[in-house]
């Protein structure tokens, strides 16, 4: 495990999933299978992701007073994750999140925030000594903005290093955006934030650029099974992903991000931390589920020992 701290500030949901040939037109009823009930949350999966890649993280959430709360608990607990600043609120359900997979692996999600809304800059406040120690906050964008800014600001102050995975993607301002030092949009997201179309490395090339604007030193816009462009003060590369067979793609980004923070924190250069959270979520593509399809740590290993470049 890393000495160095990671702090994951997010949400947790209960995902509910069915997979379906074809995403259902409005008004159509369509029969899906292999209905099932698993754990995510942006968050959470981010967190997952770390704590089975070896990181040292805390992770600043909530969940309902409900059995789903308790048994997601037990869950990250075994996931190597400190999970002491994560409360059950009363009167509040756990997060919800309802998925379709068609059969391409691509996904489509709509989400109750439940507890996720509980996670105010009060709540924050009561645990602001773990951000203010650690060497890394990663947030996303599935708990309130105000508590994001709140919790980027204090980090700033502290010399912790901000990343932000903007998902799901919303417009964003420019305060917060000023004190985040990584950040991890997909091409959706990165439209989104810079109002640019991402198609090729062109594109990314100035998307990221206008990112850099904002005051981000390191953007990784990811494309994909392409990779992902990394720009690191405005200078830009594509590092390549590794071709598999999809079968599920709802946690390869949070994969991705976990797994490449965790790498960071280890003190691999960023080329390589990048080809980490490839390989990470190379894995979780070819396994169905959101944290189900998170790999461990040794997995990982052995699928770049395989891959040696």
Known sequence: MSANKLVVLGSINAD???????????????????????????GANQAVAAGR??????????????????????????????????????????????????GKGENVIAIDAGANAAVTPDYLNKYRQQVIDADVLLMQLETPLETILAAAKLAKQSDTLVALNPAPARELSDELLANIDIITPNETEAEQLTGITIVNSDDANKAAGLLHAK?????????????AWVSIDGIGSLIEGYKVEPVDTIAAGDTFNGALITAMLEGQEMYQAVKFGHAAAAIAVTRRGAQPSVPWRKEIDAFLATRQE
């Open 16 to 42: 509910h999933i069915l997979n379906v040939n074809e995403f259902p037109r409005p008004g159509e009823t369509i029969t899906g299978k292999d209905y099932r009930i698993s754990f995510g949350g942006k």
């Open 53 to 102: 890649s070896g990181a040292n993280i805390t992770f600043i959430a909530c969940v309902g007073d409900d059995d789903i709360g308790k048994q997601v608990c037990r869950q990250l607990e075994l996931d190597n994750i400190d999970i002491q600043p994560i409360e059950s609120i009363s009167g509040m359900n756990t997060g919800v999140a309802m998925i379709f997979v068609n």
């Open 215 to 227: 005051g981000i030193r390191t953007v990784i816009i990811t494309l994909g099974s392409r990779g």
